[in-house]
């Protein structure tokens, strides 16, 4: 079973080159964007060099067909495969390999079937993809290009939870997270039961040394080291994965 991992940020793929443990990583560089507009089309272009993609609309696999693209593609999890008649569709497509939806609790992955999919075992997840910028209705309608690198935009409910936001601003888009991040480490034997073509760890606002070590933990994980002191993160969601949508 192979083990993918998708980043957000360039150093955290920088970090990932060349570890041993990890098929392929998807980076700014090999994945296009949750929202793609005719603007971006010309842009987008440097795509096509790559030997393999993540798409993340349908939007997006229709340029690629236009441009007659020949690589490889996985289709993320905005893309919904919930039966096989949408994973046939993708398929038809060209998708190589569809993520399993984020939704399904184990038992309905079990029902569905995961072995040509990918199973995302750690990760943020996004809430939301806002195509209005939070930073610039928030500041004075000021473009977040201005501020410094590094700098993160978080928001905070009334219970006074934060979720960290994203700004895409080569597409002009928000990824808003959730404010713990889907870790599926407890139920390895599940994972493994459903026999996933590969997994992925998903990184977004984690700094490269706790790439490092997150990335470290599930690959001994899963070649079946135990690992007593558990996570190198305190808090964590298990998603829809044991209970499911309720």
């Known amino acids: ?24 990583i998807f980076h700014p560089g090999n994945t296009l964007p949750y929202v793609f507009r005719n603007k971006d089309a010309e842009s987008c272009e440097a795509f096509l060099e790559e030997p393999f993609l993540l798409a993340r609309n349908l939007d997006g696999i229709g340029f690629l067909r236009d441009r007659g693209y020949k690589g490889e593609v996985y289709a993320d999890h905005s893309l919904y495969t919930y039966n096989p008649v949408s994973r046939k569709f993708l398929r038809d497509l060209g998708i190589s390999r569809d993520t399993a939806p984020l939704e399904l609790s184990f038992r309905e992955l079990m029902k569905r079937g995961a072995e040509d999919s990918e199973l995302m075992i750690y990760g943020r997840v996004p809430m939301m993809i806002s195509a209005g910028c939070i930073y ?101 969601t298990k998603g829809h994965f044991i209970k499911g949508v309720e």
């Open 1 to 24: 079973m192979d083990i993918n991992a998708v980043c957000e940020k360039k150093d955290q793929a920088e970090t990932l080159a060349g570890l041993e443990g990890i098929k392929q």
């Open 136 to 236: 610039r209705n928030t500041h004075d309608d000021r473009c977040r290009r201005e501020m410094e690198r590094g700098q993160e935009l978080v928001l905070t409910d009334r219970m006074n939870t934060d979720f960290p936001v994203l700004c895409v601003c080569r597409y002009c888009y928000n990824i808003i997270l959730n404010s713990v991040p889907l870790s599926l480490h407890g139920h390895m034997d599940k994972v493994l039961s459903l026999h996933p073509a590969s997994v992925r760890l998903y990184f977004t606002t984690e700094t490269p040394s706790e790439v490092n070590d997150i990335t470290g933990y599930f690959i001994n994980l899963l070649s079946g080291k135990t690992d007593r002191s558990g996570p190198p993160y305190d808090s964590f």
